[in-house]
């Protein structure tokens, strides 16, 4: 899976849902970004704007916690996911990803 089948994944669950009034970004360093803007309905982009809370986490580790082979909390508590900005935004995510 690449950053492209992720994007389009993300946009075919999270644009239909109903707007979560914040923007995340999730930063893969080199490899790129993934920015959902929640404000005025959910878009997702490729883009490297500003967001309320990034999270900071490699590409494969994304992949993993994506595909069911990595919990988001112990990729927190091992250092592999990295929050900066709004923690409470982060939590919110569930609810439109999930």
């Avoid at 389009?8 to 920015?35: C, L, Q, T, W, Y």
Wanted: glycine fraction near 14%; include cysteine; aromatic fraction near 6%.
């Amino acid at each position: 899976m690449d950053l492209a089948t992720l994007t389009a994944g993300m946009k075919e669950r999270i644009e239909a849902k109903p707007a979560f009034g914040n923007s995340v970004k999730f930063d893969f360093g080199d490899a790129g970004k993934i920015h959902i803007d929640g404000k005025n309905g959910n878009t997702v982009t490729n883009d490297d704007g500003a967001a309320d809370c990034t999270l900071k986490i490699a590409l494969g580790d994304f992949i993993d916690m994506v595909e069911g082979r990595l919990n988001g909390m112990n990729a927190f508590m091992s250092g592999k996911l990295k929050v900066d900005g709004d923690m409470s935004v982060a939590m919110k995510l569930q609810s439109i990803i999930g």
